[in-house]
């Protein structure tokens, strides 16, 4: 079945590329979506849900889930981008929503891939498609973030090849699929298991947007148009993220495992630490947004690093993080329109020149500092519970200082966006606020998780995280 | 044979930290090609024939003549001809390259067991520590270029040591190998040089906080 898709989405994605019109475009992006639709109700509906497709992909429940997380997050990505972009010329324009086609059918790829191989190639296929993406402005600046990205992505997911090798190697069998390692590794050479799982998470971490190779998300994030941001930022950081968990979950029956918890739980305090100092640093509301991506992936990894039900809220965190973060990115697509720049030293005034923009920004400011009735609240609550629990108070204390610094940098910032006089030139024409209600919508869904998770979910979550 | 080709690689790396002209990086890059050419064909002779014939065409084609090729234009185009002299001596280079090469020995020595061609290992991850020595070493941007072939390759040699059993892994591995080189070397190209018009990785340090 998802080859027969895969096919339909190269199709309609070479079809925008060779697109005449706006409107061919527009026509191409609606069929796309809708064919998303019809993917999301064959999964669901038609009894393919837990099944095998072809040889390398399983609709397994985390790949299920992400893959609902990215349908919905991509169509919002796909509207907002078509307002966006107006004003591009239509070979801009339609190169724009040709790599962002391809780039939903890798990561959906990634998301359902079985094999560790199939996952690292179409994640190195996200970064061709994601290069072009950044390069789109054509400017010195795009040029820079672009080269950079291809070489330390290339450079990260050859190392992380290097791991898969040495995992392969360590299994013995000849075989790539998850399932097949996982059988395999339990008796594997703990050097080697040590080893492999170093590379893979040093080589996934450009994905994931985690330390060491964070600042290439961020330079991504910088460079590629707002709302293609929010995609990078969530839908192909969960592809990062869901590499990673299967990883971690193949050496659940280690007896390494405990170690590989170490490694998360040292990479996601340093990644907290990262986010949190850069927070107050950068002078760019997107590089801001995206150091709070950083922020929210190191506590996910906590969480994987503590164990226990840290798993379940890291999986929880980066579910709920989804809709926020892209809430957030969509906010600032529309702010970009308005004061045709991100400078957090000169933007401000927003509050009374666009109110619902505002609101929508603010919201999302209560809302990703998992203030209740955040449901981030319940996935950190339940992370520091995990912490007490163990003891492990010196961790308590670097997370809870850490998360104020994030607390002042990111109140301080979003507020002065509200309320500080503005010092930048306004374009009030471009204030579209029905783009402003509808970001709103996706918090929305994110707080209404906040008060009530569906009995649903929560089997759903219980079941990817068994280990 | 295989051992004669393995430690011509070992002094194609050892090289590496020794010269300091542009085109000898583009010689040792198509040398290593041909190496792993021979390489490929000694160690994976008992594949299926179609598969060996798709990854010794592609290391053929590729490896040893087109990125080889493109690196030359580069240098042509650019007319950059060496590494800046202000940058890390050489004597200091072969140091840190014989550093790598004792630390990747004593690690090898360390994992090796039954299940991983160990001079492949040794090897791959020498070619990997010297791709990132140049890397940090030499500012400017086509050494950087030739410092990622450099892990490119030692990333490939090394799946060879345990890709007699997984043939899909190493198609898959130079397939993207390939297509990325190809497209970082064609962006250099095409497009940093001309916009950016830079030869040093320090004009590159616009985007930042």
């Known amino acids: 079945m998802i080859y027969l898709f895969f096919a339909i989405w190269l199709i309609v994605a070479a079809g925008t590329f060779f697109a005449r019109s706006r409107r061919t475009v527009h026509i191409m992006c609606g069929l796309y979506i809708a064919t998303h639709l019809a993917f999301l109700i064959k999964l669901f509906l038609g009894g393919d849900y837990l099944s095998t497709s072809g040889e390398f992909f399983t609709f397994d429940e985390a790949g299920a889930l992400f893959y609902v997380l990215l349908a919905i997050v991509s169509t919002y990505v796909i509207i907002h981008s078509v307002e966006y972009l107006k004003d591009d010329k239509i070979e801009n324009y339609r190169t724009y929503f040709a790599l962002l086609l391809l780039l939903i059918t890798a990561i959906t790829g990634v998301y359902f891939a079985n094999n560790i191989a199939v996952t690292w190639i179409l994640l190195e296929t996200t970064t061709l498609c994601g290069a072009g993406i950044l390069y789109h402005r054509h400017s010195k600046d795009t040029l820079e973030a672009t080269w950079k990205y291809l070489f330390v992505c290339s450079t990260g997911i050859a190392i992380a090849y290097l791991g898969i090798l040495l995992l392969c190697a360590a299994a013995s069998n000849g075989s790539l699929r998850y399932d097949d390692i996982a059988t395999m590794l339990a008796n594997g050479d703990p050097l080697y298991l040590k080893a492999a799982f170093l590379l893979i998470l040093t080589g996934y971490s450009c994905k994931m947007e985690i330390f060491p190779l964070y600042t290439i998300g961020i330079d991504a994030n910088f460079a590629a148009p707002a709302p293609a941001a929010g995609l990078i930022s969530t839908g192909l950081v969960n592809a990062g993220f869901l590499a990673i968990f299967r990883v971690y979950k193949l050496f659940a029956h280690t007896a390494v495992f405990e170690w590989v918890q170490n490694v998360m739980l040292i990479i996601g305090i340093l990644s907290l630490c990262v986010g949190a100092l850069f927070l107050r640093r950068t002078n760019n509301y997107k590089r801001f947004l995206s150091y709070s991506t950083v922020e929210n992936m190191g506590i996910a990894a906590i969480g994987l690093g503590i164990g226990g039900i840290g798993i379940w809220a890291a999986l929880f965190h980066v579910v709920c993080h989804t809709f926020i973060k892209s809430s957030m990115f969509l906010q600032i697509a529309v702010i970009r329109q308005i004061y045709n720049g991100y400078r957090i030293n000169r933007l401000g005034d927003y509050i009374n020149i666009n109110k619902v923009g505002a609101i929508g920004i603010i919201v999302g400011m209560v809302t990703v500092l998992a203030f209740p009735p955040s449901p981030l609240f319940i996935s950190e609550l339940m992370i520091l519970t995990e912490i007490f629990t163990g003891g492990d108070w010196w961790l308590a204390i670097a997370m809870t200082l850490l998360l104020c610094i994030v607390i002042y940098s990111i109140c301080y910032r979003l507020i002065k966006l509200c309320y500080q006089p503005n010092q930048d030139e306004l374009h009030t024409s471009n204030i579209n606020r029905r783009l402003s209600y509808s970001a709103i919508s996706l918090l929305i869904l994110a707080i209404i998780l906040g008060f009530w998770q569906p009995a649903p979910l929560k089997a759903l979550i219980d079941t990817i995280v068994t280990l | ?209």
């Open chain 2, 1 to 209: 044979m295989l051992l004669a080709l393995i430690i011509l690689y070992v002094i194609t790396l050892i090289n590496l930290a020794l010269v300091e002209r542009f085109r000898k990086y583009a010689s040792i890059i198509t040398i290593q090609g041909w190496l792993l050419l021979g390489i490929a064909l000694l160690r994976l002779h008992s594949l299926d024939w179609l598969e060996l014939s798709f990854i010794v065409l592609e290391t053929l084609i590729f490896k040893a003549i087109i990125v080889p090729h493109i690196l030359m234009s580069v240098i042509k185009k650019t007319k950059i001809n060496r590494v800046k002299t202000s940058g890390t001596s050489q004597f200091n280079a072969l140091i840190l390259s014989f550093v790598a090469l004792i630390v990747s020995a004593i690690t090898t020595y360390l994992v090796a067991d039954s299940s991983i061609h160990m001079l492949f290992f040794g090897v791959a991850m020498y070619a990997l520590l010297s791709g990132l020595i140049l890397i940090v070493l030499r500012s400017r941007i086509f050494t950087h270029m030739v410092g990622f072939l450099i892990i490119e390759n030692g990333v490939f040699l090394f799946s060879m040591a345990i890709g007699v059993e997984m043939p899909m892994l190493i198609n898959a591995a130079i397939m993207l190998d390939i297509l990325m080189s190809v497209l970082m070397l064609s962006l250099f190209m095409t497009k940093v040089d001309d916009k950016i018009h830079t030869d040093d990785s320090d004009s590159l340090t616009h985007v930042k906080d």
